[in-house]
Structure formats: C-alpha cells, structure tokens
C-alpha cells in the first residue's frame, strides 16, 4: 500500500470515528430532551406563556432575590430549585440543602478562605505542640501539611476545633492521615447507592507520632471536625477529648456551581465513624 493509500485509510478510520461520536452525542441528545420532556413543556409554558406576571414576579423574587433576577425564562430553573430546595428543609428538617445566591457563593468561598487564615501553631510548655483549624478546606489542608515537619519535632499535640463547623471531608480524610496507619479506617460514607458508599482508610503510614493527643472541642465543633475526632479517638488509644458535648452533624453535602454565580447544594452522604456509629444529632461525649 503506498503513501496515499495509507492517508486514505487513515482518513476513513478518523472520518468512522467521526461519525460515531456525532451519532452517540446525538442518541445523547434525544435521550435528554425525553427524559425532560415534560419539565422543559412546563418551563416554557409558564416562562413564556404565563398571564398573571404579578404572581411570577413574588415567586421568583421570594425564591432567588428580585437583585438576581434578568428573565423568567433564564431563571426558572434557580427558582424551582430553590422552590424544591426550601420544601426539603421543611419537610425533611435539612437546613445544610439549598440554593447558593451569587453574592452568598462568593461570601461563602471568601469566607472559607479567611477563616483558614486564621489557623496556628504555637509551642506549649511539656514539649507540647498546640494547632488551631478553624475549618476543614484545602486551605487549612494546605497549611497542616505545610507544618508536618515543624509538628512531628514535640512528644505531644493539642489539636484545638472549638468552633469549628466542619468543611470539606476530603481535606479532613488527608489531615487525619498524618496521625494513622496505613487500612486504618478514618470514616464510612453511606449514600443512597451501594457503589457509591464506601469506606475510607489511611492511605499512608502515620507521620505525626505522638505520646498524648488532646482534642479541644465544643458545641460548635460539627460535621468534618467531629469526624475527625472520632477517627483518631477510635482509632489511637492515646487520645483524650477535652471541652463540652459537640454539635452533632453526621451528614455530608455536595456544592455544584449553576449558571449565573448561584450553586446548589444537598445532603448527599451520612457519615459514621470508624466502628459503624453515628454523631448525628448526637454529637461527640468528650472525656473531660
């Protein structure tokens, strides 16, 4: 086969791919319209052909703030899911499932990041090391790696997470591995599926060895920070709690960025601790 014969091969190879790419997206397509067929007649109907706009202008100002509204087409699918949103906390009592707003996305990512900032180490007497983290985000995450070596220097740790409302579990799972054992288990995550729950383990051998641990805590200690409290309580026998009974929030969510600036966001996941309890609505009972 000569050169030309080879580019026309490959060219038909490449062209076959083409068109098996644009059938799958286009099988895609007609199977997303289908299976939204019904909420996409209602969107139209109502953002277009509604009369009484009187009625549309409360419900979209009420659910998404009359500062974010540009149309009633655009913004349908924020105000259902605000609608939708606010029943679940209702009838479900989950406040920790709702709409981000803009400016509330953009507070709330500023603030996770300066209150991050606030986190410390200091010496204590005893050849103590003394951490605040005030959340759990990959900021903090960041900075407690940052100090692995300047931590792993003291026999001792106090680990202060008075006030601290949790965060991301992710950056939680990647801190408690610093104290534990490789298969040593830090969390058990339980969703509405069978593949999606799972167990999380220490991935890597303890960096941070230390002859007594101390956790602060208090009633605003909650979600990742109560995780991982019971991690290295269940799982070291070294470890002493300190303060006053935890808030108890045993559940994870998930936080999607939308169109415009808004995000959404849901309870996707209970959390248990090492041997199978919970800490929701419950909390953590400290030794001291």
Request: aromatic share 12%; hydrophobic share 40%; proline share 2%.
């Amino acid at each position: 086969m000569g050169l030309m014969g080879l580019f026309r091969k490959n060219l038909e190879i490449k062209y076959k791919r083409l068109r098996i790419i644009t059938i799958l997206i286009t099988i895609f397509t007609i199977w997303l319209i289908y299976t939204n067929y019904n909420y996409l007649v209602f969107k139209f109907l109502i953002s277009y052909n509604y009369t009484d706009t009187t009625v549309l202008n409360e419900i979209y100002k009420e659910a998404i703030g009359e500062e974010n509204f540009r149309s009633y087409f655009r913004n349908f699918d924020e105000t259902v899911i605000a609608i939708y949103s606010n029943k679940l906390q209702e009838v479900g009592d989950d406040p920790y499932t709702f709409l981000y707003k803009p400016a509330e996305y953009d507070f709330a990512r500023n603030y996770e990041r300066d209150e991050a900032r606030l986190a410390f180490i200091e010496e204590h007497e005893g050849n103590t090391v003394y951490i605040y983290i005030p959340n759990f985000s990959r900021h903090t995450n960041r900075f407690v790696q940052a100090n692995v070596k300047k931590l792993e220097q003291y026999d001792n740790i106090i680990i202060d997470l008075c006030g601290n409302l949790g965060g991301s579990l992710s950056s939680m799972y990647q801190i408690a591995n610093l104290f534990l054992e490789r298969g040593d288990i830090i969390a058990k995550e339980e969703t509405r599926h069978t593949l999606t729950s799972r167990i999380v383990k220490a991935e890597k051998n303890a960096k941070l060895e230390y002859g007594n641990i101390y956790i602060l805590v208090d009633d605003k200690t909650a979600s990742a920070a109560e995780g991982l409290t019971m991690a290295l309580r269940e799982n070291l026998d070294n470890v002493t709690v300190i303060g006053t009974q935890t808030f108890g929030k045993g559940v994870g969510q998930v936080t999607i960025p939308l169109k415009y600036g808004f995000a959404t966001r849901a309870t996707v996941l209970k959390m248990r601790t090492p041997s199978g309890g919970t800490i929701n609505r419950v909390g953590v009972v400290p030794d001291k």
